[in-house]
């Protein structure tokens, strides 16, 4: 059986002295220095809506992958300014498994 691949989604809001341009930034530095280097990441994407609120999407190779990299970002100092960066009390995460596919 083939594995399924993973998908986190994270929700949360920026502390609000920050640009979008500055949290953008900050994003880029945790992809380039942690999330990319991780056993299992494929890609993220991140996008903000009109509320304020930023979401990442990101996929893993396997749930497990993704579980191990949510308590290491937890403890790694390449991901202390994001960490920093964000309004702990706006974090909604989920963990989702895929079931299906369709692409162009």
Same mark, same amino acid.
């Given at each position: 059986?083939?594995?399924?691949?993973?998908?986190?989604?994270?929700?949360?809001?920026?502390?609000?002295?920050?640009?979008?341009?500055?949290?953008?930034?900050?994003?880029?530095?945790?992809?380039?220095?942690?999330?990319?280097?991780?056993?299992?990441?494929?890609?993220?994407?991140?996008?903000?809506? #009109?509320?304020?609120?930023?979401?990442?999407?990101?996929?893993?190779?396997?749930?497990?992958?993704?579980?191990?990299?949510?308590?290491?970002?937890?403890?790694?100092?390449?991901?202390?300014?994001?960490? #920093?960066?964000?309004?702990?009390?706006?974090?909604?995460?989920?963990?989702?498994?895929?079931?299906?596919?369709?692409?162009?």
């Amino acid at each position: 059986m083939k594995q399924k691949i993973a998908t986190e989604i994270v929700e949360f809001k920026f502390n609000p002295n920050l640009s979008d341009e500055e949290c953008i930034g900050i994003v880029d530095e945790l992809e380039v220095n942690f999330h990319s280097k991780q056993k299992g990441f494929i890609d993220t994407e991140l996008a903000k809506g #009109k509320d304020g609120k930023w979401t990442m999407i990101q996929h893993w190779a396997t749930m497990e992958d993704v579980k191990v990299v949510v308590k290491l970002m937890m403890q790694e100092p390449t991901t202390e300014a994001f960490r #920093k960066a964000i309004d702990p009390t706006t974090v909604k995460m989920q963990l989702l498994e895929q079931i299906h596919t369709w692409s162009k």
